[in-house]
């Protein structure tokens, strides 16, 4: 199979890398069905990258109806090593506006039951995720967009997502609260591919692209798909340029990560008490410790 060592999450609005040369559309499948789309191989500068747009390059996939565990298992079979998650948010502070960009490095979970793990049905295992974006490379790609100095972008080093269930926006009640919660940040993604990536052992980090204030501030209309769509083309072509510096970056030095080894003490089942249609669903993360 093709690979590559860095893989791209295009989020609404981005539904493909310009940029991308010599492409290959791969249909992969995985031991948990497919991914939201055929994955675009090519080439950005010299370096070989895999790019998947989350919802489909047509956006017909609700949040709820990712496929976040296909998505993160084919990335696997690809080699990714290094995951970049471009996504649409609504701001929840004041200081972070429309066009701005978060690289956020803490999550809050309000979604209800997505499939979020790989293990059960026999084998259990508890990633750590304290930290559940990897520093390394969430550095390199703030770096990445501090040098560039994109008109009307400032950049957040850090913050927490809150990650919604949807489709439906927000309440103004719920809105408030997340904000006490001190959140910088609103989505419906980034939460179960942060974790399916951990346990995967590849290093993930979100670059959120801000498109409106929610529904908490009093002087802007609540958000609506009018009013991200407004903001989406910018920001679709300011992430292009982000991930074009960040993959430049991290090629020329790839970075270590604690996420690259998530897996090493976390699986309590004896290896061998694991049942051989495990071994076979999860051979590609598990290889290594067998
Ligand atoms: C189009 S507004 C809501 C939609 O946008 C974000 O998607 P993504 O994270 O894939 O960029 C948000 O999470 C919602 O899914
Ligand atoms: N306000 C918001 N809430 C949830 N997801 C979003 N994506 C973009 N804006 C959003």
């Known amino acids: 199979m093709a690979q590559a060592t860095i893989g791209i999450i295009g989020g609404s609005g981005l539904y493909e890398m310009e940029a991308l040369g010599d492409r290959q559309e791969v249909r992969i499948d995985t031991p948990f069905g497919a991914p939201s789309d055929a994955i675009v191989l090519g080439t950005l500068d010299g370096t070989r990258v895999a790019f998947l747009a989350r919802h489909?390059?047509?956006?017909?996939?609700?949040p709820s109806e990712l496929p976040f565990r296909a998505n993160i298992y084919a990335m696997k079979q690809l080699g990714v090593k290094y995951l970049i998650s471009a996504s649409a948010v609504g701001s929840l502070k004041e200081t972070v506006k429309p066009l701005d960009m978060v690289v956020v490095d803490q999550f809050i979970d309000r979604t209800r039951s997505r499939p979020s793990t790989f293990f059960g049905d026999g084998i259990v295992a508890h990633i750590s995720f304290a930290d559940p974006v990897c520093t390394a490379l969430a550095r390199i790609l703030a770096n990445a967009v501090?040098?560039?100095?994109l008109p009307e972008v400032e950049l957040h080093r850090g913050g927490t997502y809150v990650c919604m269930e949807g489709p439906a926006f927000s309440t103004r009640a719920e809105s408030h609260l997340y904000r006490s919660w001190g959140a910088s940040v609103i989505g419906m993604t980034n939460l179960p591919e942060a974790k399916l990536a951990r346990e995967a052992e590849i290093a993930y980090a979100t670059l959120a692209l801000v498109t409106d204030y929610d529904c908490w501030h009093l002087e802007h209309d609540s958000v609506s798909v009018e009013m991200v769509i407004a903001n989406l083309k910018a920001n679709a072509i300011n992430a292009q340029k982000v991930i074009r510096e960040t993959v430049r970056r991290l090629s020329e030095n790839p970075p270590e990560s604690?996420?690259?080894?998530?897996?090493?003490y976390?699986?309590?089942?004896?290896?061998?008490r694991i049942s051989p249609a495990v071994r076979e669903r999860l051979q590609l993360l598990l290889q290594k410790y067998l």
């Open 56 to 62: 489909g390059r047509d956006h017909t996939l609700l």
């Open 146 to 149: 501090e040098s560039l100095n």
């Open 258 to 264: 604690e996420a690259h080894e998530a897996l090493k």
């Open 266 to 272: 976390a699986i309590l089942t004896p290896l061998d």
